[in-house]
C-alpha cells in the first residue's frame, strides 16, 4: 500500500513538473486549450499602476486601493485573446458600484476612450455590467439578476478582429464589431474611494486573427450603395460608413438571393423609430413599394413585440423572450435560417427560435418605416449555409 502510494506521488509531482509555470493551477482543459495567467495571484509582476492607485494582492486576488481610484494594466499589449477572470464589489456606504474591465487600452488616463471598458455598475443606467461604455449598452434589469453585487462573477471577453464578444456568469451580453483601438493593454479599474473591488483566476489565450469564424462575407462596403436596390420613398446614403435610410417608408435590398442562410451587423435606429432586418425577402409583385414578402427580424424599442422579435408581413410571429436595446444606440442582431428553423440573436443573445417554412428563398432588406425616423448599419456580414 505504502509503495503504491508512492507511486501516486511521483507520478503527480512528475505531472507538476511537466506544466510550465505560468500554467500551474489551471484547470487541465484550460491547460489543453492554451491559457496562461495574465496575473499570477502573488504579486504584480507584470503588471503596472496607470494611474496613481495602490492596487495590491491578497490571498491570490488582485485588490484595488480603498483610499484612491486609477487603474492597473499589463505591461505587454494584447490584440486578439480570449480572456477569463472573475470580479466581486461592494459599495459599501458609497452608492457607488463602479469598476471595470479595459482591453486593447492606450496607458493614458481615459483608458475607456482609447480602448474598450466592459463596464461593472449596478447604478449607471447609461452603462450598466456589461457594457461596452459609451458604445453598447446591456439591460439594467437583465445584469441586476445575472451579475449582483457581493458576489464572484465571472466574466469571459473574446476580442478576435474587430468582433468583441462579453459573457457573464455564462450568458452572453455582447457580440459587437467595433473599430477603435486593434491592440493594447489589458486593465482593471478601481473608479471611487470606498468601494471594495476584488479580481481573481485571470488568465488569457492568445488567437491569431485567422482563428476567426471563416466564411462570412461582406455584404456593405462602407464607401456607396454598389450590390444594393430600393423601393419605396425612403431616402438612402452612405455617411462615415454607415448606411442610413431616412424620410419615410421604403426598403432596400441587397442582391445576393439566398435558401439558407446567416446574416449579422451592427444597428442602430433613432428615438422611438421602426425598423427591420428582412431575410428570405422579395418585393411584392403587386406592389414593389410594400413590405416585403419574407421574414423579418424585428428592430423596434418599444411595444409588445420589440427588437428580436420574428415577424412575417403584418403579423408577429416568434416571440423574442426580452428587449436588451434601445433607441440611438448601436446594438448587434445576428439571424441564422437553416430550412424551417429561424434563430435571432441580440447583443449575442439567443431571442428567437421559430419553425416556418413559409418562405424559402430571397433577399436580406432594410426597412426604412416612418417618416421623421432614421436606421443606420453597418459592418453587414452574410455566409450562405446552402451548402451545409
Not at 461604455?133 to 478576435?160: F, G, H, L, S
Not at 450603395?225 to 419605396?232: A, E, N, P, T
Amino acid at each position: 500500500m505504502r509503495s503504491f502510494v508512492a507511486f501516486i506521488l511521483v507520478v503527480l509531482i512528475g505531472l507538476s513538473c511537466g506544466v510550465p509555470e505560468n500554467q500551474k493551477g489551471l484547470p487541465k482543459e484550460e491547460i489543453e486549450q492554451g491559457f496562461v495567467w495574465l496575473f499570477n495571484n502573488t504579486d504584480l509582476t507584470g503588471w503596472e499602476v496607470f494611474n496613481g492607485a495602490d492596487w495590491k494582492v491578497e490571498d491570490g486576488m488582485l485588490v484595488g486601493p480603498s483610499e484612491s481610484s486609477g487603474w492597473i494594466g499589463t505591461k505587454a499589449e494584447y490584440d486578439n485573446f480570449v480572456l477569463r477572470l472573475e470580479y466581486w464589489i461592494d459599495p459599501g456606504e458609497t452608492g457607488w458600484s463602479n469598476s471595470g474591465m479595459f482591453i486593447r487600452a492606450d496607458s493614458t488616463n481615459s483608458p475607456w476612450v482609447e480602448g474598450y471598458e466592459i463596464q461593472i455598475d449596478l447604478k449607471d443606467e447609461k452603462n450598466p455590467t456589461g457594457s461596452i461604455y459609451n458604445r453598447v449598452p446591456t439591460d439594467m434589469d437583465q445584469v441586476r439578476e445575472i451579475a449582483p453585487e457581493k458576489n464572484w462573477n465571472k466574466v469571459e471577453i473574446k476580442a478576435i478582429g474587430s468582433r468583441i464578444q462579453v459573457w457573464i456568469n455564462d450568458l452572453q451580453l455582447q457580440d459587437a464589431t467595433l473599430h477603435i483601438r486593434e491592440k493594447g493593454f489589458i486593465g482593471v479599474q478601481q473608479h471611487h474611494p470606498g468601494v471594495t473591488v476584488k479580481f481573481r483566476n485571470i488568465r488569457i489565450k492568445q488567437l491569431k486573427e485567422d482563428d476567426a469564424e471563416k466564411d462570412w462575407i461582406s455584404l456593405f462596403n462602407g464607401i456607396n450603395l454598389d450590390g444594393w436596390f430600393f423601393r419605396g420613398k425612403a431616402q438612402w446614403v452612405v455617411q462615415e460608413g454607415i448606411l442610413t435610410g431616412i424620410d419615410g417608408m421604403g426598403h432596400i435590398y441587397a442582391e445576393p438571393v439566398l435558401t439558407d442562410c446567416e446574416i449579422r451587423g451592427m444597428f442602430r435606429v433613432s428615438e422611438k423609430g421602426n425598423s427591420g432586418l428582412y431575410f428570405r425577402c422579395n418585393p411584392p409583385e403587386d406592389n414593389p413599394d410594400g413590405y416585403p414578402r419574407g421574414f423579418e427580424a424585428q428592430i423596434n424599442n418599444h411595444g409588445d413585440a420589440f427588437t428580436g422579435w420574428l415577424w412575417k408581413p403584418g403579423t408577429p410571429s416568434g416571440e423574442a423572450k426580452r428587449l436588451v436595446t434601445r433607441d440611438d444606440k448601436w446594438f448587434s442582431m445576428h439571424v441564422r435560417a437553416v430550412g424551417d428553423f429561424i434563430q435571432i440573436w441580440v447583443n449575442g443573445q439567443l431571442m428567437t427560435e421559430y419553425h416556418d417554412a413559409e418562405y424559402t428563398k430571397g433577399h436580406f432588406s432594410i426597412q426604412g418605416h416612418n417618416p421623421g425616423m432614421k436606421i443606420e448599419a453597418r459592418d453587414l456580414f452574410y455566409r450562405d449555409l446552402s451548402g451545409e
